[in-house]
């Protein structure tokens, strides 16, 4: 069992940056793929980026390339994603999720709460 909880949403302005956290249980967090989603209004809940265990393999939607980046820390049991030259249309809840292989669409076995993420034009 993994129990994942977010923070860092927040309200932004167009161009500004943003870092998600999400601190993990459980003794196996680096055994899991970790991925951050996000669920616009209106919109299907989407994978934005995923650390491919913990080999260092990333995986980015072509949206957030260049823009936003994953990372993970074992040691801490944490998952970041760094979200820079944010958009109005990266408004979004973003979940942290743990296991699946989002990349290749097998979804993840947990999930976080969620936390919003407002980006002002």
């Known amino acids: 069992q993994v129990q994942l909880v977010e923070s860092g949403g927040g309200l932004v302005q167009s161009g500004g940056s943003l870092r998600l956290s999400c601190a993990a249980s459980?003794?196996?967090?680096?055994?899991?793929?970790m991925g951050w989603f996000r669920q616009a209004p209106g919109k299907e809940r989407e994978v934005v980026a995923a650390?491919?265990?913990?080999?260092?393999?990333?995986y980015y939607a072509d949206s957030v390339k260049g823009r936003f980046a994953i990372s993970r820390s074992n040691a801490k049991n944490t998952v970041y994603l760094q979200m820079n030259s944010l958009k109005p249309e990266d408004t979004a809840v973003y979940y942290c999720?743990?296991?699946?292989?989002?990349?290749?669409?097998?979804?993840?076995?947990?999930w976080g709460q969620g936390t919003q993420v407002t980006v002002s034009s």
């Open positions: 999720a743990a296991g699946g292989a989002p990349w290749v669409g097998i979804p993840p076995e947990y």
């Open positions: 459980g003794r196996t967090f680096s055994s899991y793929a």
């Open positions: 650390s491919k265990w913990s080999g260092g393999d990333t």
